[in-house]
DNA sequence: GCCAACGTTGGC
DNA sequence: GCCAACGTTGGC
């Protein structure tokens, strides 16, 4: 799950201890928060647009999908005027910190990785803020973690 | 700041 | 349904 680091870091859910994943705003990266995650489910915390980027810990889902506010405020950046109560279309899911890494896993290291070679967000023209990734390439990534 | 690689919008 | 124009993402 990406966040840019003036936006929300690891930093700020450490401190906060659990956070909403407000403002995504792409049906595939929809679809895979509100369809494929479960409570209790681990996730990697990677921040973009970073110097430099990569993942910088982990943090796990808690509570089922629900409609994201945002979407519903005429003022937020994320509003949508296409959405209604009666039908959201944006759904978010709650992040609760987990650890920060030990060793900051930057986009080089992971592409280095031959454990993550195939990992989705390394695939060239990935660009979705929310993406799947498989139980051999998390462990990998924890381990460089730390 | 550049730009590739998308995704979205809207006229037709 | 097509597709040009436009907007966004995010590495570099």
Known sequence: MKSEVSDYSIDDLA??????????????????????????????????????????????????????????EKKSIYYDPAASREKPRWFLRSVRFKSKFKNFVDLAKLRESAECQKMVILQKGSRLSITPLTEKEFQAVVAMGG
């Open 15 to 72: 401190r906060d201890k659990t956070a909403s994943w407000t403002g995504v705003r792409n049906y595939q990266a929809r679809n895979f928060m509100r369809d494929d995650m479960k409570p209790g489910d681990l996730a990697l915390f990677y921040h973009s647009n970073a110097e430099p980027s990569g993942v910088a810990g982990l943090m796990e889902i808690i509570g089922d999908a629900k409609p994201d506010e945002t979407q519903f």
